[in-house]
């Protein structure tokens, strides 16, 4: 007999998205987002094989660590908008709070609310009270969410590929 151990990966919903499990459908606009230079930062580009590999990576952090990403579905158009939560590879001596809005998602404030909800759930449920945030350094716009989420620079490092900010976030940020 084959059994299955599911995991279950918990709903948040905000005033206009969904941060919910990875789908099988979420692969084609996460895919095309890992073959963009927009990923230069971050390993990428990526052919659609390793942009599998870090996909089916991310939904792994849930059953390897308990937490992990969660797809931010927007509400008005149930597309996937991006993904945002809590990663901690092997290699990290912490977990990360990271975040990606697919280009068409971008400046609408989307990140700021998907970012808070994912923060604040992590602290209430997973004891996650001061996650840290890699972020590149040329990377104006996530530096500025950083800063207006309240986070702190704490240091700047190479981190394998290219200078990275380490942002500390604050503890007490479950609203």
């Not at 084959?2 to 969904?18: F, G, K």
């Not at 939560?85 to 280009?103: C, I, K, M, Q, R």
């Not at 404030?109 to 040329?138: H, K, M």
């Not at 989420?149 to 609203?175: K, M, N, V, W």
Request: glycine share 10%; hydrophobic share 35%; charged share 25%.
């Amino acid at each position: 007999m084959n059994a299955v151990s599911p995991m279950i990966v918990p709903i948040i919903e905000t005033t206009r998205l969904i941060l919910r499990e990875y789908r099988r459908s979420d692969f084609d606009p996460i895919a095309a987002h890992w073959q963009s230079d927009r990923t230069k930062h971050t390993g990428g580009p990526l052919n659609r094989r390793d942009a599998w590999k870090a996909f089916a990576g991310d939904c792994g952090q849930w059953h390897l660590r308990g937490y992990g990403m969660w797809i931010v579905q927007d509400k008005a158009s149930g597309d996937t908008a991006g993904y945002v939560g809590f990663y901690e590879p092997d290699h990290y001596s912490e977990t990360e709070l990271g975040w990606v809005l697919l280009a068409p998602f971008e400046g609408k404030g989307l990140a700021d609310e998907a970012v808070r909800a994912a923060r604040a759930y992590g602290e209430t449920n997973f004891g996650i009270s001061q996650p840290c945030s890699y972020i590149a350094t040329d990377n104006d716009r996530s530096v500025a969410l950083a800063k207006k989420l309240g986070a702190t620079l704490e240091d700047t490092r190479d981190i394998g590929h290219g200078p990275f900010h380490i942002y500390r976030h604050p503890r007490g940020q479950t609203s």
